[in-house]
C-alpha cells in the first residue's frame, strides 16, 4: 500500500507530458483513473516525501522543515525545523527524506540537506 499511495503522489507531482495533443477525443482515451485531492496548503515548496509502514506521509520543505500528514490532516507544527548551519539560499535547501527501514522500532529519518560551512555553501 506504501508503494501504490508513493507511486501515485509521484506520479500526480512530477508528472510531465511535453508532446502536443493531436488526437481527437484523446481526453476520452486517456482519464486518470485516480481522484485527485488536496491534503495540504499554504506549504513552502514541499519537495520529497517518503510513507511510514503506518501510512504517515513525511514530507520535507525546502525552508528547512520535516512536516507529516496522517490520516488526511497536516500537523499543525513542523516535526523538526533545521537551523543554522543548514540553509535554503539559491537552489538549496532540505531536498530529501528517507525513512529508515526499521523506523518504526529505531525512528531514524535520513535527509538530504544544504549547509553552510564558512563562506561556502555544501550538500550532505
Do not use: C
Amino acid at each position: 500500500m506504501k508503494k501504490i499511495i508513493h507511486n501515485i503522489l509521484h506520479s500526480v507531482i512530477f508528472r510531465s507530458n511535453n508532446k502536443p495533443n493531436t488526437k481527437k477525443n484523446s481526453s476520452k482515451l486517456r482519464q486518470f483513473p485516480y481522484e485527485i485531492q488536496v491534503i495540504a496548503e499554504n506549504l513552502y515548496v514541499p519537495w520529497a516525501i517518503d510513507i511510514s509502514d503506518e501510512g504517515k506521509i513525511y514530507f520535507t520543505e525546502r525552508s528547512g522543515s520535516i512536516r507529516i500528514i496522517e490520516n488526511g490532516k497536516l500537523y499543525p507544527q513542523p516535526l523538526i525545523k533545521f537551523s543554522q548551519p543548514f540553509t535554503s539560499q539559491g537552489e538549496g535547501g532540505l531536498m530529501g527524506i528517507a525513512l529508515d527501514p526499521n523506523y518504526s522500532q529505531n525512528h531514524y529519518i535520513y535527509v538530504m540537506h544544504s549547509y553552510i560551512e564558512g563562506s561556502e555553501i555544501y550538500n550532505r
